[in-house]
């Protein structure tokens, strides 16, 4: 399978404790984007990277999140002293350079914090 | 700021009828406007997407119509099968740049009624 894939799929955790996701994009995209979705919403822009340059960060980035893509191949989203209010899903997408840049989502991986 | 609108947020069908979702978009220099479809447990699945320069679009038993100067554009399912039940988001890309980031709509849940 040459999809999007993201891991893990599900985190529980505690107030207070800081979480890591990985995104893995199509491996010929070198744009990645990751978004935020909340129970009964559409998902919601929070970073984009060109590359291994993050580009463009969404005002509900808050200084608590922070997300690379060190080798402009895979990115991580970590979450640093998670709030109840961070509970959501969190879903990675990438497109190419070529075409009108369709992005394709992954699986998304469902943070609860209790 | 730029939004995106759709309605109805549900929708349920008989087995065989169609299926109409409709969008507003508010960024006049939104040029691109996917859509996709997301079932439960999984990232939202591109499943067709319509540029600024085309009015209608059709691929199988889906249709996507634009009309850029009323701002409105509409998802149609004919023939509408179990495997339709999903929730569906319209989108648009907010910028001219293929690499925008998409802005999504709130949802519409369609279920298909045997």
């Known amino acids: 399978d040459t999809g999007v894939s993201q891991n893990p799929r599900h985190k529980i955790t505690k107030r207070g404790q800081n979480v890591t996701f990985r995104c893995d994009p199509i491996?010929?995209?070198?744009?990645l984007y990751w978004y935020r979705q909340t129970l009964g919403q559409g998902p919601e822009f929070l970073t984009y990277f060109q590359n291994e340059a993050q580009l463009e960060k969404s005002r509900l980035l808050s200084d608590r999140f922070s997300a690379e893509r060190p080798k402009g191949s895979f990115s991580t989203l970590e979450i640093q002293r998670t709030e109840q209010g961070d509970s959501a899903m969190y879903l990675c997408?990438?497109?190419?350079?070529?075409?009108?840049?369709?992005?394709?989502f992954g699986p998304g991986t469902r943070l609860t914090v209790t | 700021g730029e939004n995106v609108e759709q309605h109805p947020s549900t929708l349920s069908v008989q087995e065989g009828d169609s299926a109409v979702i409709k969008c507003t978009y508010s960024d006049s220099a939104s040029n691109y406007f996917p859509w996709y479809k997301q079932e439960l447990g999984k990232g939202p699945q591109l499943i067709i997407d319509?540029?600024?320069?085309?009015g209608e679009k059709k691929d199988q038993r889906i249709a996507v119509t634009l009309n850029k100067t009323a701002k409105h554009f509409s998802l149609h399912i004919t023939e509408t099968q179990p495997e339709d039940s999903a929730v569906y988001f319209c989108a648009s890309r907010g910028g001219y740049s293929s690499a925008s980031k998409i802005i999504f709509g709130s949802g519409t849940r369609l279920s298909i009624r045997p």
């Open positions: 319509i540029r600024s320069n085309v």
């Open positions: 491996s010929e995209h070198n744009r």
């Open positions: 997408a990438s497109s190419s350079t070529g075409g009108v840049g369709e992005q394709y």
